[in-house]
């Protein structure tokens, strides 16, 4: 399923096949949470802003419109249009993050809905039966986000708890997709590692997840309070572990530099909600950092967002008129921000593999890590 082509340090160039096409790795995902982009964005679009792989979330679309009527409906590749690869989070992030009073046990985790405060039970089994019933290429196992900071021995607790989820998540999952109705039979499960920031709890828990064989592992539970070095430190320990043969996905990060220090740290998946929530504010990436699409400076300027940049915004349109859009209120200037954004996000992707290709990825690190982040 996971081709490794090149590498360059440990830097990976690869291509994951699944039922629904091939992708080219590096790559970023681009976050549909609730089978849309936040901003107007169609799957349309989402093909012609260079999208590889779409990421919707089981939390959300089992409270909202559910899981059982998207299957009725031909699944989420039918449902939103998309026929691209479609990856899964499961559910565990936003069980953490939104769910109030939830209550963990090693059953699973019992949490009152965000949206009308229903009561609501997930266990391993019914994350992955929800997957299964979205139709995913690829379903993430279900597991325990600790906030930072956290004591040593919950987090241990917690990480043992999650290996134990996997188990079951894998044995769902291979029972289901023998089932002559499934969605999408060849649904893969992508195991997640955790234990904070803890070295010696990440690579223990990474050593054992390992052994189940996977189609492929995330690193998650990063980015949730934790300082950049304290992140890179965690991926440079749990790297060692993974199996090389495998995909790495680096969950819910993040900024252009992050991307690029994820591939130079050996990651191949990246996703984050930040192209197109940066985009709605206004914040535009282009090739020289972050511009503030709504500074006054930009009222009579002519030229495109990015010179650099050959995104359907770029040739169309100007900074001044996006700068009339925002300031005016209206919607078209978020749709055409987070589409600019998004086209960033995937041409990074797209210039990482080339870089990767022509054996000069440490030199496109080296001009651009940095760069990308400063604000204008």
Same mark, same amino acid.
């Given at each position: 399923?996971?081709?490794?082509?090149?590498?360059?340090?440990?830097?990976?160039?690869?291509?994951?096949?699944?039922?629904?096409?091939?992708?080219?790795?590096?790559?970023?995902?681009?976050?549909?949470?609730?089978?849309?982009?936040?901003?107007?964005?169609?799957?349309?679009?989402?093909?012609?802003?260079?999208?590889?792989?779409?990421?919707?979330?089981?939390?959300?679309?089992?409270?909202?419109?559910?899981?059982?009527?998207?299957?009725?409906?031909?699944?989420?590749?039918?449902?939103?249009?998309?026929?691209?690869?479609?990856?899964?989070?499961?559910?565990?992030?936003?069980?953490?993050?939104?769910?109030?009073?939830?209550?963990?046990?090693?059953?699973?985790?019992?949490?009152?809905?965000?949206?009308?405060?229903?009561?609501?039970?997930?266990?391993?089994?019914?994350?992955?039966?929800?997957?299964?019933?979205?139709?995913?290429?690829?379903?993430?196992?279900?597991?325990?986000?600790?906030?930072?900071?956290?004591?040593?021995?919950?987090?241990?607790?917690?990480?043992?708890?999650?290996?134990?989820?996997?188990?079951?998540?894998?044995?769902?999952?291979?029972?289901?997709?023998?089932?002559?109705?499934?969605?999408? =039979?060849?649904?893969?499960?992508?195991?997640?590692?955790?234990?904070?920031?803890?070295?010696?709890?990440?690579?223990?828990?990474?050593?054992?997840?390992?052994?189940?064989?996977?189609?492929?592992?995330?690193?998650?539970?990063?980015?949730?309070?934790?300082?950049?070095?304290?992140?890179?430190?965690?991926?440079?320990?749990?790297?060692?572990?993974? =199996?090389?043969?495998? =995909?790495?996905?680096?969950?819910?990060?993040?900024?252009?530099?992050?991307?690029?220090?994820?591939?130079?740290?050996?990651?191949?998946?990246?996703?984050?909600?930040?192209?197109?929530?940066?985009?709605?504010?206004?914040?535009?990436?282009?090739?020289?950092?972050?511009?503030?699409?709504?500074?006054?400076?930009?009222?009579?300027?002519?030229?495109?967002?990015?010179?650099?940049?050959?995104?359907?915004?770029?040739?169309?349109?100007?900074?001044?008129?996006?700068?009339?859009?925002?300031?005016?209120?209206?919607?078209?200037?978020?749709?055409?921000?987070?589409?600019?954004?998004?086209?960033?996000?995937?041409?990074?992707?797209?210039?990482?593999?080339?870089?990767?290709?022509?054996?000069?990825?440490?030199?496109?690190?080296?001009?651009?890590?940095?760069?990308?982040?400063?604000?204008?």
């Amino acid at each position: 399923m996971f081709e490794l082509l090149k590498t360059e340090g440990r830097a990976r160039r690869g291509v994951f096949h699944t039922p629904h096409g091939a992708v080219q790795t590096p790559v970023f995902m681009n976050v549909g949470t609730q089978a849309a982009i936040k901003g107007g964005l169609s799957a349309r679009d989402l093909r012609e802003l260079g999208c590889q792989i779409e990421l919707s979330n089981t939390y959300h679309l089992h409270l909202r419109p559910g899981d059982h009527l998207i299957r009725e409906l031909g699944g989420l590749h039918k449902f939103m249009n998309w026929q691209g690869p479609i990856l899964t989070d499961s559910g565990g992030f936003q069980i953490f993050s939104l769910a109030r009073l939830r209550k963990i046990t090693e059953e699973g985790t019992a949490f009152n809905s965000h949206i009308d405060g229903r009561r609501v039970f997930m266990a391993p089994e019914d994350s992955i039966r929800i997957q299964s019933n979205l139709g995913s290429d690829i379903a993430m196992a279900f597991d325990e986000c600790v906030g930072l900071p956290a004591p040593y021995d919950y987090v241990k607790d917690s990480a043992d708890r999650t290996r134990r989820w996997l188990v079951r998540c894998k044995a769902e999952l291979e029972r289901l997709n023998a089932v002559q109705e499934t969605v999408n =039979p060849g649904q893969m499960l992508f195991g997640i590692n955790q234990g904070a920031t803890y070295k010696d709890i990440r690579c223990d828990h990474m050593d054992a997840i390992a052994q189940l064989d996977l189609p492929g592992y995330a690193i998650g539970g990063l980015a949730v309070g934790e300082s950049t070095q304290e992140m890179y430190d965690t991926i440079d320990a749990v790297e060692e572990h993974m =199996p090389k043969d495998k =995909p790495r996905y680096l969950m819910g990060v993040g900024t252009p530099s992050n991307i690029i220090e994820g591939v130079h740290r050996g990651i191949d998946f990246f996703d984050c909600v930040m192209p197109a929530r940066n985009g709605r504010h206004g914040h535009l990436f282009t090739w020289d950092g972050i511009i503030n699409i709504k500074n006054g400076k930009y009222a009579r300027d002519e030229s495109p967002v990015d010179p650099e940049c050959d995104c359907p915004v770029c040739r169309s349109y100007t900074r001044g008129y996006l700068r009339h859009l925002f300031v005016s209120g209206e919607i078209l200037g978020l749709r055409l921000a987070v589409a600019h954004n998004l086209y960033f996000y995937n041409k990074l992707a797209e210039k990482i593999r080339q870089s990767l290709d022509e054996g000069r990825f440490e030199r496109f690190r080296s001009r651009y890590s940095e760069i990308l982040c400063v604000r204008k």
